[in-house]
């Protein structure tokens, strides 16, 4: 398997489209880091929809970020005595 090349965000911003990079130029602070951590193919469908539809992304983007992954549904097994 080839190795994973990582962008540096310079590198990342010049790679969109240029209605992404204009587009990104609009959000506040903490919407630009989220909108850099989108996979490309979620950038373009969030640049494709009305403000309504864009509006209702970001909170459910927003919403899935502030929570904290939940617990494994699977707990953690429990230590044998040893001897003693």
């Given at each position: 398997m080839a190795?994973?090349?990582?962008?540096l965000p310079q590198q990342a911003y010049e790679s969109w489209p240029v209605e992404a990079q204009d587009y990104f130029w609009t959000l506040t602070p903490d919407?630009?880091?989220l909108f850099f951590r989108l996979r490309d193919t979620d950038r373009?469908?969030?640049?494709?929809?009305?403000?309504?539809?864009?509006?209702e992304a970001w909170t459910m983007i927003e919403s899935r970020?502030?929570?904290?992954?939940t617990e494994s549904?699977?707990?953690?097994?429990?230590?044998?005595p040893g001897p003693g």
């Open positions: 190795p994973r090349l990582i962008r919407r630009k880091a373009l469908t969030l640049l494709a929809m009305d403000e309504a539809g864009r509006a970020t502030a929570t904290p992954p549904a699977t707990p953690a097994p429990e230590e044998e």
